[in-house]
T-cell receptor
Framework: RKEVEQDPGPFNVPEGATVAFNCTYS??????FFWYRQDCRKEPKLLMS???SGNEDGRFTAQLNRASQYISLLIRDSKLSDSATYLC???????FGQGTELSVKP | GAVVSQHPSRVICKSGTSVKIECRSL??????MFWYRQFPKQSLMLMAT?????????EQGVEKDKFLINHASLTLSTLTVTSAHPEDSSFYIC???????????FGNGTRLTVT
């Protein structure tokens, strides 16, 4: 099993839709988790950290489920500019998931 | 503004030459920096962990004699791709980590093309 696995995508959604991605991790000792966004041919940029209690930043909500060892990212009211690849990473060994591609269509 | 600077952003070189990529943390000290490689449509692959003042730790399958890493100071790590071949063409990205629970900050990446 890979250390970090993500929904493969691509996710093609209309503007305004709500979309959710999951990311499972295998190392139960992992402590810190983050979601990054990567645009085509660019470096990843931090989207948000994932806290145990869950956290929200505008249209984005991140949650951690330690019992089932997964983190999730929910995007509400999708915008065209949300189109990107979303990467989860656990800071235990800085392993990235393979990324989930999101394409928001008008 | 950028907190990690990577240079050059793009390089084209001939097969057999060596290429050095620099990664600098701009406003924090990074005892640990990380080097990733990303092929088109694929995930970021961790190549090595660079520790200031000690030898880098390479991931399985990454040749340490081909990808030389030097972490000379708390703000600078370099990756040298030695005797580059066309199959080394890729997007190389460095990242640095500050204090314990701070997230990774990435450099803007180096697109290497070996002809």
């Amino acid at each position: 099993r890979k250390e970090v696995e993500q929904d493969p995508g691509p996710f093609n959604v209309p503007e305004g839709a709500t979309v959710a991605f999951n990311c499972t991790y295998s190392n139960s000792a992992s402590q810190s988790f983050f979601w990054y966004r990567q645009d085509c041919r660019k470096e990843p940029k931090l989207l948000m950290s994932v806290y145990s209690s869950g956290n929200e930043d505008g249209r984005f909500t991140a949650q951690l489920n330690r019992a089932s060892q997964y983190i999730s990212l929910l995007i509400r009211d999708s915008k065209l500019s949300d189109s990107a690849t979303y990467l989860c990473v656990t800071k235990g060994k800085l392993i990235f998931g393979q990324g989930t591609e999101l394409s928001v269509k008008p | 503004g950028a907190v990690v600077s990577q240079h050059p952003s793009r390089v084209i070189c001939k097969s057999g030459t060596s290429v050095k990529i620099e990664c600098r943390s701009l406003d924090f000290q990074a005892t640990t920096m990380f080097w990733y490689r990303q092929f088109p449509k694929q995930s970021l692959m961790l190549m090595a962990t660079s520790n200031e003042g000690s030898k880098a730790t390479y991931e399985q399958g990454v040749e340490k004699d081909k990808f030389l890493i030097n972490h000379a100071s708390l703000t600078l790590s370099t990756l040298t791709v030695t005797s580059a071949h066309p199959e080394d063409s890729s997007f190389y990205i460095c990242s640095a980590m500050g204090a314990n629970n701070s997230p990774l900050h990435f450099g803007n990446g180096t697109r290497l093309t070996v002809t």
